[in-house]
């Protein structure tokens, strides 16, 4: 198996970004979109058979990127999502801090 070549892509119908490589799912990072324009990022995942690639980086990296292109702010609720902006503040300028309003709409995605 190759990872040379990984892809993200947005699947808006299951509000996540995925990884692929070589074709499979190798992980996502779950988000929530609210009415104030954020993207709530809650949950990031890698499949063991993938772990120690750096995939997680880059399919965060990817994801970030994309909502600052849509035009979305950021909520890094989310532990991995928080501590990779921690050292990679090009996104410093489009993150918002995790409210009680945050967590609440985080909730509501869970149990939909």
Do not use: W
């Amino acid at each position: 198996m190759s990872d040379t070549h990984p892809t993200v892509t947005r699947v808006d119908r299951r509000d996540r970004y995925e990884i692929l490589v070589d074709g499979e799912t190798a992980g996502f990072t779950q988000y929530v979109d609210t009415e104030n324009e954020q993207r709530i990022f809650f949950h990031t995942e890698i499949d063991e058979r993938f772990a120690g690639r750096g995939l997680a980086g880059i399919l965060v990296s990817q994801a970030l990127t994309d909502t600052r292109a849509t035009g979305l702010r950021i909520v890094p609720v989310c532990p991995y999502v928080a501590k990779f902006l921690r050292t990679h503040h090009e996104f410093d300028d489009v993150v918002d801090a995790v409210t009680p309003e945050a967590l609440t709409a985080v909730r509501a995605a869970q149990t939909a």
